[in-house]
């Protein structure tokens, strides 16, 4: 079967990923951006790809069958609205909107017109990640009593939305995804302003997810201004704690236990060495050919999206003020 071809529009500092792993996967027609720079580096480094900053031309381009959006997130909406629209197919990097509205609105056009929407939840797609739900289904961790992920770096590019728009999606899908959740609930949220901009650069959220007929406590931390990154899940169970440390390069995923006499054992389970991306992309290719409903698709972003509007609202609702806020 022929591969769809696509058009990546946006081939910024995480566009020009989905643009290589596209382009290597046979699938990339065109790339459209208003910087025309971005384009001439396209055109040196994928020869024969169409480059444009017209997105109407993209969408009027019969030989394209999907549209890859990933522009800021505030723009994610109005440009997935208008390719389904034009009767495309879609792939929208996190999160799929920032209203909740907007997000029910992409699904049921997506829907009526019977075409594929996708979001990037690229977590859901990682090897280590599905490893480690599996050894969560096999009841390898036991009982499982705490779950928490930590994501930080240092970002001087800073837009204008929270640290949790840019992080939380990636800890919520995935935090989600392994406790097979769609009810997940919001305990706490405490955020900082620390740079007097009202923008929140750091952030934490308590969680509750149903799982098994129980419920387990969890946590999300947040920051933009740590210069140490750092990306790390752990989950905690009554016979081993699993850790997937995504900042190393080998032994991502390790299992730690304990024997009677308090020796620590370390375990390193083994999970295929591919890109997450690469299987992103051809998840998405292989929805195209077959009509499948994507792993990660309009439902499965709804969540998220409702996550963080709340949280959103909850904290504009306190005063601005550089103190740390919380609240239940």
């Known amino acids: 079967m022929e591969l769809p071809k696509v058009a990546v529009i946006g081939c910024g500092n995480w566009g020009k990923n989905l643009v290589r792993n596209f382009h290597q996967q046979g699938a990339l027609a065109t790339v459209c951006d208003a910087d025309a720079k971005r384009l001439e580096m396209v055109k040196r480094e994928h020869p024969g790809v169409t480059v444009t900053q017209n997105f109407d031309s993209v969408l009027a381009d019969k ?125 706490r949220v405490g955020g900082w302003d620390t740079q007097s901009d009202d923008i929140v650069d750091v952030a934490y ?62 375990e390193y389970p083994a999970y295929p060495d591919i890109e997450p991306l690469h299987l992103e992309c051809e998840h998405f290719l292989k929805c195209l050919m077959t009509g499948e409903r994507p792993r990660t698709d309009a439902n499965n972003a709804y969540q998220v999206v409702r996550i963080l509007a709340d949280v959103e609202r909850r904290l504009t609702k306190r005063p601005q003020q550089k103190q740390p806020a919380t609240i239940s």
């Open 205 to 266: 959220l308590d969680l509750a997810f149903p799982f098994n007929g129980k419920i387990i406590p969890g946590q999300i931390r947040n920051s933009w201004i740590d210069p140490q990154k750092l990306v790390r899940l752990t989950v905690n169970g009554s016979l081993k704690t699993a850790v997937l440390n995504d900042a190393q390069v080998e032994n991502k995923l390790s299992l730690h236990s304990q024997t009677p006499e308090g020796r620590m054992i370390v």
């Open 63 to 187: 030989a394209i069958s999907a549209i890859v959006v990933a522009t800021p997130s505030d723009s994610h909406f109005p440009i997935a609205r208008q390719a389904l629209l034009a009767g495309k197919h879609v792939y929208v990097e996190k999160p799929l909107a920032r209203d909740v509205s907007h997000a029910r609105e992409l699904d049921d056009l997506a829907t009526k017109n019977n075409l594929i929407l996708m979001v990037g939840h690229l977590l859901l797609y990682h090897p280590a990640v599905n490893c480690l739900k599996q050894l969560i289904a096999s009841g390898e961790l036991g009982d499982l009593r705490f779950v928490r992920s930590d994501r930080m770096n240092f970002n001087t590019s800073r837009r204008d939305w929270s640290v949790l728009w840019d992080l939380a999606p990636h800890d919520i899908s995935m935090m989600s995804y392994l406790l097979d959740c769609e009810n997940t609930e919001i305990q």
